[in-house]
């Protein structure tokens, strides 16, 4: 059966830091990655996806994460954070490309201090 | 995207009733998702639904039922509300990516 966890419940960060959260998974078959934000109040948004291919991939607001297959590993990071990206981060894994069943992480929040 | 709204946004029930979260969305897609947000433990699948006639348990099914009336429209019961089940409840679609759009969430509250 296919799990994530995600290693840190909460990070704090000073505003314009680079900041990594962390993504493990389990599986036993071929995993598609994902990251979903949630703003305060509001639903999941897709940050970014691994399907297939450049293990770097970019997603909107400056985000980007690399799946590391020999770590298990799909961490997600930017260069320098904004009070605006302050949200929970929830990293997924699907074992079928057409994402028919998603299973979500237990999810990081992200606090930016000024 | 399809857009994905819920009723209600926020519902307070006492123990033992059975309540109905609705959920429709704009574009017809096929597949239906409900989960349940509690802090600390992420998005866990309640159930899932590839179509009208198409209807699978997720993760923590018990004590919850679905009904898919249409293909835009997914409900998610509770049949006999109990105070665990005090949750944020999200419903989904998987639109034609591979990317799911959520639902604003019902809030609910077993008292």
């Known amino acids: 059966a296919q799990s994530v966890t995600q290693l840190d419940s909460q990070v704090p960060v000073f505003e314009e830091a680079p900041v990594e959260l962390r993504c493990n998974y389990s599986s036993s078959v071929s995993v598609y990655l994902f990251w979903y934000v949630q703003y305060p109040n509001q639903g999941l948004q897709l940050l970014l996806k691994?399907?297939?291919?450049?293990?770097l991939v970019k997603g909107i607001n400056g985000f980007e994460a690399e799946f590391n297959k020999s770590q298990t590993s799909f961490h997600l990071r930017k260069p320098s954070v904004h009070i605006s990206d302050t949200a929970e981060y929830f990293c997924?894994?699907?074992?079928?490309?057409?994402?028919?069943?998603?299973?979500f992480g237990s999810g990081t929040r992200l606090s930016i201090r000024p | 995207d399809a857009d994905v709204t819920q009723t209600p946004r926020n519902r307070i029930t006492k123990t033992g009733k059975r309540i109905m979260l609705e959920c429709s969305q704009t574009k017809g897609h096929d597949r239906m998702y409900w989960y349940r947000q509690d802090p600390g433990l992420g998005l866990r699948l309640i159930y899932y639904?590839?179509?009208?006639?198409?209807?699978n348990k997720g993760e923590i099914s018990d004590g919850y039922s679905v009904s898919r009336q249409a293909q835009a429209k997914f409900s998610l019961s509770l049949e006999s509300a109990i105070p665990n089940q005090t949750a944020l409840y999200f419903c989904a679609v998987r639109g034609t990516g591979t990317g799911y759009t959520f639902g604003s969430g019902t809030r609910l509250t077993v008292v």
């Open positions: 639904s590839f179509d009208v006639k198409d209807i």
């Open positions: 691994y399907l297939s291919g450049s293990t």
């Open positions: 997924a894994v699907s074992e079928d490309s057409s994402a028919s069943k998603i299973i």
